[in-house]
């Protein structure tokens, strides 16, 4: 993640006007809006993977229920991946 | 009060941590999707299987192991 490229929205000088703890919060939300399109983008990867062998005319009820699974699952190794790197085991 | 960073040592803490975060983060990202290709080899089910499981235990911490052994043969062959 680099700070010094301007994203959409801010731009060099916006400190200008602004309090540290707006500047901090406008922060967050775009590193928090940034996380969130990169999951995404992820998972639509995975689960077109996994779930869309051979793509139809329209998305079949079972294409949508494993989709959703794998959403679930998807978040679900996140947890698990995260909790074992920042664990440590006695 | 004086918003740019350069100033402001807590803006500073602020953007260290964040940035410690957003690494932090990036790091489970990558393992996550690593992990997950080498680990869930069919369709998602309503849970994971236990060796689905037990193969995500694992594998970040084997991917660190085999980091390390990368790392120490490449200094090793100069």
Known sequence: MDF???????S????????PEALMEQVQAQLAQ????????????KCFDKCITKPGSSLS????????RCVDRYMEATGIISRSLFT??? | MDPSAANNP???????EEQQRVMMNEAVAKLT????????????????????YSCLTH????????SMVIIRSTQSKK
């Open chain 1, 34 to 45: 940034a996380y969130a399109e990169e999951l995404i983008e992820t998972l639509r990867g």
């Open chain 2, 33 to 52: 999707s690593v992990c997950w290709d080498k680990c869930v080899t069919s369709a998602p089910g309503s849970k994971f299987s236990p060796s689905e």
């Open chain 1, 88 to 90: 440590q085991k006695r």
């Open chain 1, 4 to 10: 010094s490229s301007p994203s959409p929205g801010m």
């Open chain 1, 61 to 68: 009820s079972g294409e949508s229920s494993c989709i959703s």
């Open chain 2, 59 to 66: 594998c970040a911490k084997r991917y660190a192991d085999m």
């Open chain 1, 12 to 19: 060099p000088g916006m400190g200008g006007g602004q309090s």
């Open chain 2, 10 to 16: 807590e803006l500073l803490r602020f953007l260290n």
